[in-house]
């Protein structure tokens, strides 16, 4: 038969967890009473800019009216529009959909900026790591440009983390990070909105798999062919 | 006293070699558990008889329709059902055609007649509003059966809405996994539009099974 436990030590349990109540409460209330400004921090952990400063061209990765930006840049005082090509999917192929450099090459002419700056960097281009290389070999190539580089804000982090890896400190210091805001969110208020919290979430993914993934291989792509479309009804496995 | 704290270190180092435990299993058999977690998603199944059309859900036109095309070039099928997601910034800013269009287009260009091609009028955003477009469709069409097209990390949720809208219909359907390029249920994780689209997926489902 156990001991029986002396009363101060019940009364010191219980105190024990009176505490803890109140420290989680106060906790939960200070949650609630600053989440706007947590939210707001958390978020800004996604986002990297780097000061404005004038480069010689500029590189379209993704981001909210990136067009519209590359185009007031071009204005600004910048000659060079650099641009990559994807592989082509299959609705590429098809015509259905233009291929990423051809679009932004249409868009960027309507908004003013000549066919002859607008450069394709070499080779098909299908990872976040491949275009951080092809932009390094470029830069390499280039000794004496310097880029500004567009991308979506709550990607940006991952596009520093993926630029800042190939290169050589030399052409990394080259690279100047523009980091759109997207037109219906931003690091103030992206819990408010479906594609906000996508956003959020999704930049934090994708942050992770850079960092876990920068040391190894892209993984191969794979194509779909007819057969496997067939399959997905047959249950039919052999191609 | 002293024994009560040596009871209580000797309980917690305990805990902790258990977790540690937990911890180490869970890494050892990572590979197990997250090919699990993928392929749990996928409920396709076999489009064993004919159904009188097929619906594509939103969100995928890079295989889903492909696979609805072939439904019809099987002859389990008469009519393709296209749903209309809203439309994006892009579609507004004339970058890209909606991918209405881009899935009619992706249709046709296949080959199938114009006539065969139904283009649902009621705007969705979600695959709740799909849900309810199909449940309308049957109430208006009581002799039709529909094959109902997702991607195979999206069978499942699909199936639960499409469950919980449809009523007594749901059992006039029939889900059909379409595969997803370069990743399935057992290398999601590999690629970072897998980790993504698998994890928001379980998200999505949290959030329907909370509602």
Redesign the interface.
């Known amino acids: 038969m156990p001991p029986p436990v002396p009363p101060a030590?019940t009364s010191n349990r219980r105190s024990r967890w009176t505490r803890r109540l109140l420290f989680a409460i106060v906790l939960l209330l200070a949650v609630g009473a600053f989440h706007g400004w947590l939210l707001t921090g958390l978020a800004s952990c996604l986002v990297f800019e780097d000061p404005p400063a004038p480069t010689a061209a500029v590189l379209l990765l993704d981001g909210?009216?990136q067009?519209d930006t590359a185009a007031r840049l071009y204005r600004e005082g910048r000659r060079t529009i650099l641009v990559y090509r994807s592989r082509p999917?299959?609705?590429v192929r098809?015509?259905?959909?233009?291929q990423g450099d051809e679009?932004a090459r249409r868009?960027l002419s309507k908004r003013g900026v000549s066919n002859e700056d607008v450069v394709v960097l070499a080779g098909e281009l299908n990872?976040?790591s491949v275009i951080a290389a092809a932009v390094g070999n470029w830069l390499r190539e280039h000794p004496e440009q310097t880029a500004s580089v567009l991308c979506d804000r709550f990607t940006s982090r991952v596009w520093k983390l993926n630029l800042q890896w190939p290169a050589d400190p030399g052409v990394t210091e080259r690279v100047r990070i523009v980091a759109i805001p997207n037109?219906?969110f931003n690091e103030t208020n992206w819990w408010q909105s479906k594609p906000g919290l996508?956003a959020f979430?999704?930049g934090f993914?994708?942050y992770g798999?850079?960092a876990c993934?920068m040391k190894n291989k892209d993984?191969?792509?794979?194509?779909?062919t007819?057969a496997?479309?067939?399959?997905?009804?047959?249950?039919d496995v052999t191609p | 006293m002293k024994s009560v704290i040596l009871r209580r270190c000797t309980r917690r180092r305990l805990l902790a070699v258990i977790c540690l435990a937990a911890v180490l299993i869970v890494y050892l058999l990572r590979f197990t558990i997250l090919t699990c977690l993928g392929q749990w998603l996928n409920v396709g199944q076999r489009l064993d008889e004919p159904v009188d059309a097929v619906m594509v859900l939103g969100g995928g036109a890079l295989t889903r329709p492909f696979v609805a095309v072939e439904i019809l070039r099987a002859g389990l099928a008469r009519k393709i059902l296209i749903s209309r997601p809203e439309l994006s910034d892009e579609n507004r800013d004339g970058l890209i055609p909606s991918e209405l269009e881009i899935m009619r287009q992706i249709v046709l260009r296949s080959g199938i007649a114009t006539d065969s091609i139904v283009l649902m009028t009621t705007v969705v955003d979600s695959t709740e509003r799909e849900a309810q477009v199909a449940a309308e469709y049957l109430k208006n069409h009581p002799a039709e059966r529909l094959a109902i097209v997702t991607n195979d990390y999206h069978t499942r949720r699909t199936r639960w809405l499409f469950k919980r809208t449809c009523g007594s219909n749901f059992e006039r359907l029939v889900f059909i996994s379409a595969p997803t390029d370069d990743f399935d249920g057992s290398n999601w994780w590999r690629y970072e539009s897998g980790l993504i689209l698998y994890v928001d997926e379980y998200l999505k489902l949290a959030k329907t099974l909370i509602r």
Not at chain 1, 94 to 98: A, D, F, I, K, S
Not at chain 1, 219 to 224: G, N, Q, T, W
């Open positions: 030590a909210d009216r067009f999917d299959r609705l098809m015509g259905v959909l233009p679009l868009e990872s976040k037109r219906r996508l979430a999704n993914l994708r798999f850079h993934q993984s191969a792509f794979v194509e779909r007819p496997e479309f067939r399959a997905a009804f047959t249950g």
